[in-house]
C-alpha cells in the first residue's frame, strides 16, 4: 500500500526526471533558507568562560533558490523578506531561461 508520498514519487516525479535525463523537461527544486548572523554554540567546552557578541536585532539573510535536477544549475534570489511575490519573481525567471521547455517546479509543503 503506497502513501501519498510514496505514490506521488513513483507516478509524479521520477517520470518528469526521467524526461529531464532526455532534454525533454526541466525539473527544478525550490525551497527557502534563512541564515541568521549570530553566534551559536553547541557542544563547545573551555576552561574559561567566553562571551561572543551578536547583533542585537538578529539579522538575516534570506535566500530563495532553485536548483536544476539534472545540470546541478542554482538559481537564487537574496532578499530582506521572502514573499509570495518574491517566489513569483523566481519563477518568472525561471520561465524565461526555459523558454518553450516544459518546467516542473517541486517545492516542500510550506504555505
Request: proline share 3%; glycine share 4%.
Amino acid at each position: 500500500m503506497f502513501t501519498a508520498q510514496e505514490a506521488f514519487k513513483t507516478e509524479q516525479l521520477e517520470p518528469r526526471l526521467e524526461a529531464a535525463k532526455v532534454a525533454q523537461r526541466v525539473v527544478c527544486f525550490m525551497d527557502a533558507a534563512h541564515f541568521v548572523f549570530a553566534p551559536f554554540l553547541g557542544t563547545g567546552w573551555c576552561f574559561e568562560r567566553l562571551f561572543v557578541k551578536a547583533l542585537v536585532d538578529g539579522q538575516r539573510l534570506n535566500v530563495l533558490a532553485a536548483l536544476h535536477a539534472t545540470t546541478r544549475d542554482i538559481f537564487t534570489h537574496d532578499l530582506t523578506s521572502i514573499t509570495s511575490e518574491t517566489v513569483c519573481e523566481l519563477l518568472r525567471f525561471l520561465a524565461g531561461v526555459y523558454v518553450g521547455v516544459p518546467i516542473t517546479i517541486v517545492l516542500d509543503n510550506a504555505r
